[in-house]
């Protein structure tokens, strides 16, 4: 069974960085992972994504610059790592997984979710 269980989220102040963790469980091989992030009131926008064989790397220009996606394949783990954060980088930030190697870095090429974790960026 695949398990995804995103962890990290908290409240921080403006300019600082945080790192958003995911637990993958029930996943071997090669497969791809995805962050997104949901704002109460709009559409779900995909941030970055990780093969992680290492082959592909994806940020979404809106963020690039400021966010790193890596994982640990020994233990299962993505992370989510998040620089300069401003308010507007609140919101719910869920993790997603593809079995497929080969993937689109977009929330319908996404098979599994986590249930997120909620960033809130404030002073």
């Known amino acids: 069974q695949y398990q995804l269980v995103e962890s990290g989220g908290g409240l921080v102040a403006p300019g600082n960085s945080l790192t958003l963790s995911c637990a993958a469980s029930?996943?071997?091989?090669?497969?791809?992972i995805g962050w997104f992030r949901q704002v109460p009131g709009k559409e779900r926008e995909t941030l970055s994504c990780?093969?992680?064989?290492?082959?592909?790397?994806y940020y979404t220009d809106s963020v690039k610059g400021r966010l790193s996606i890596f994982t640990d394949n020994v233990v299962n783990m993505a992370y989510l790592h998040l620089r300069s954060l401003k308010p507007e980088d609140s919101g719910d930030y869920y993790c997603?997984?593809?079995?497929?190697?080969?993937?689109?870095?977009?929330?319908?090429?996404?098979?599994?979710w986590g249930k997120g974790t909620r960033v809130t960026v404030s002073s």
């Open positions: 997603a997984a593809t079995l497929d190697p080969v993937f689109a870095c977009a929330d319908f090429a996404m098979q599994y």
């Open positions: 029930g996943f071997t091989g090669d497969y791809g």
């Open positions: 990780i093969s992680t064989n290492g082959d592909f790397t």
